[in-house]
């Protein structure tokens, strides 16, 4: 199957590549593997979510795709360059917004675009200026960071990721404190988004259907150790509903999947 | 309007009453000077210029003893959070000391410098210093590493993490030590000018305690008035501004 489809289509290049990455923690005399000989190739404009339970590790692969952390073993290329620390090129979303209260919604926007050089000032206010309005939030240019919901303060993380122009885009949770109905508006918003911008996105999520709705491919992580379990490749049209029964389908087997997994996971451990 | 006709009228009253229980022998003007009387003494003090010159002497004092204690207690506080060393030491150090009154400063700094303006500084240092050194480290400590971990993704690196991220973040926990410093290096640049006399210059506390020598109680009273408009005026200019932007950006008040 795979092999067929990379003969009929045209396959986009490498973005990034996991290799047999690793991961221990130790945590008060316990050791939970996070991560064992986790491998991954993402395509360049591809959109994948790493799915699983709590404590599977998929943010811990992400913070590592991010830089943020070290594998014990084994190494992350992005572009084909190894990563050995947080790069401009592979901006992170967080669960939380993490936006900075002393700055308003511009000030956080601007924070990046201000570290990176050759840019005038007048420049970098423009550029977050359309990131703000490309996630409806031109308006809200001087509000402070306390007046906005919570759907509001992801909008202004996601300009604020966005603002940069990385190439890769990673999500950790983004949408996991949001309310239903604001998440949904956001599904909309982040596929838009990334059909105009053309970002390389990788998505952790423990909701199945989110990740069905958002991902050409979904990775099937379980926990200890954290391994991927099952690759689906979802090829629906897009911009997907959440809500339509095709998207359904989909969700109902990769739930049956991650139980199955789960249930022999359990085995295992006893 | 309305609230500042109220306010106003509150305290023209205040003023009658005393002025009135003074006038009618209730309170014996050799204890409680008239309000007039009170007046008076500060125009006759202001139009010879040695009330002038005291406020002078004092905020000059205060001033510059505040400034060092500030320069010095920021960057201290960053090595303190920033170094396990540093915390074990110097940060055991800074607990114990502020606890201690600065004013109990005061014959070890008179036997280092003597009766001197170097004396009433270093008084008005150790006032400062350690709360401006403990609030800036437990206001970094308390720095959310998600900010700090968001800021690095985007390109910021130690000193710009430092300087754009840290510190600011943790401004409401320095500006609230930074007051801390204040009200104790005002109140013990007082208590030591009213305890000792400074040969090198005559302050608002000289001021305050001659007037109880010669039994001038209308001075002891508008001396005290002035130390009060003072710390008021302090207030409203130096941190009012501050903590209105920090409540404002934070959302910490209604």
Known sequence: MNELHRELVNVPPVKLTVENVSKTFHVRRQTVRALENVSLTVQEGEFVCLVGPSGCGKTT?????????????????????????????????????????????????MFGLKLKPNLRHAERREVAKFYLQLVGLEKFVDANIHELSGGMKQR?????????????????????????????????????????????????????????????????????????????????????????????KHTAEITRALKQHLSSAAEVAE | MKRIAAVGG?????????????RFGVWSPVLVPSPLSVVQYLVRAIADGSLGQAVLVTMRRLLLGYVVGVAAGLPLGLLNARFKFFQDTLGLIALGLQTLPSICWVPLALLWFGQTEAAMLFVVIMGTLWSV???????????????IRAARTMGSRR??????????????????????????????????????????????????????????MDQVVAVMLVIIAIGLLADKALFSPWERFLHQRWGTAK
């Open chain 1, 61 to 109: 692969l992400l913070n590592i795709i991010a830089g943020l952390e070290q594998p014990d073993s084994g190494r992350v290329l992005a572009d084909g360059v190894p990563v050995t620390g947080p790069g401009r090129d592979r901006m992170v979303m967080f669960q939380e917004s993490a936006l900075f209260p002393w700055l308003d919604v511009l000030g956080n926007v």
């Open chain 1, 156 to 248: 202004v993380a996601l300009a604020r990721s966005l603002a940069p122009n990385p190439s890769v885009l990673l999500m950790d949770e983004p949408f996991g404190a949001l309310d239903a109905l604001t998440r949904e508006q956001l599904y909309g918003d982040i596929q838009r988004i990334w059909e105009k911008r053309r970002k390389t996105i990788v998505f952790v999520t423990h909701n199945v259907r989110e990740a069905a709705c958002l991902g050409d491919r979904v990775m099937l992580f379980s926990p200890r150790p954290g391994r991927i379990r099952e690759e689906f490749r979802v090829e629906l049209p897009r911009p997907r509903d959440i809500n339509s029964v095709e998207l359904a």
């Open chain 2, 10 to 22: 509150f305290f023209v009253v205040l003023i009658l009453v005393w002025e009135a229980l003074v």
């Open chain 2, 133 to 147: 050194l403990i609030a800036t480290d437990t206001g970094v400590r308390h720095v959310p590493p998600i900010y």
């Open chain 2, 159 to 216: 000193l710009h993490t430092w300087t754009r991220v840290i510190l600011p973040a943790s401004l409401p926990f320095v500006v609230s030590g930074m007051k801390q410093g204040w009200a104790f290096a005002w109140r013990s640049l007082m208590a030591a000018e009213v305890y000792v006399t400074i040969l090198t210059g005559f302050g608002l506390g000289h001021l305050l305690h001659y007037g109880r020598e010669l039994h001038a």
